[in-house]
């Protein structure tokens, strides 16, 4: 399993390059998995119907399954929010995990950016930005960039440049080590 991330402000276009770029990665065979970080509460089941229900009388948990699909639920609670590390372990087998959001963690990620947003691109300061899809040149950027609209170029890009899970889990357990250390000083 490979991964990379999408990272971008709010706006740039994140989920409608994701849209098109998953037929495409489909289209040359890849099992592709999504992952997204969102900002605020949100609930994938529905007021009314049995999942929502048993949440709300408490339940910690909810597993829904048909013969199509199944979801999971998993009240947070007062517990801490899951890491990004932390969801990667629970990714099914698959050939590629493209993450949207979490753009300060460590993982490869490729800058959506777009002009009209008014907002600086992320590449000069993450060096975690392995490539950028913009809907303007960056000569000098430093990393590949290549139009919004380039799907194919994209996607050769996401392949080239996702790294094996194990390596981005090793990353990500060092940079969460790093961040504790510094947090609660030198140990003693």
């Known amino acids: 399993m490979r991964i990379i991330g999408l990272a971008g402000w709010s706006g740039a276009g994140k989920t409608t390059l994701l849209t098109k770029l998953i037929p495409e990665l489909r289209r040359r065979s890849l099992r592709v998995a999504t992952l997204k970080h969102a900002h605020h509460a949100f609930d994938v089941d529905q007021p009314g119907k049995d999942s929502y229900l048993h949440r709300q009388a408490g339940a910690s948990e909810v597993i829904v399954s048909s013969s199509r699909r199944w979801v999971q639920i998993h009240e947070v609670g007062d517990d801490r929010e899951a890491t990004l590390a932390d969801l990667l372990r629970r990714v099914s087998r698959c050939d590629l995990i493209v993450v949207e959001g979490f ?16 907002r600086p691109p992320l590449h000069p300061d993450d060096p975690r930005i392995v490539a950028v899809a913009s809907d303007r040149p960056f ?13 194919e170029a994209v996607a050769d890009a996401v392949i080239r440049l996702s790294e094996p899970i194990a390596a981005v889990l090793a990353r990500l357990e060092r940079q969460r080590s790093d961040q504790h250390r510094c947090d609660h000083g030198p140990a003693h």
């Open 139 to 151: 000569p000098g950027a430093g990393v590949p960039v290549m139009p919004l609209d380039g799907i």
């Open 103 to 118: 753009k300060r963690e460590a993982h490869p990620k490729l800058e959506v950016f777009r002009d009209g947003n008014g």
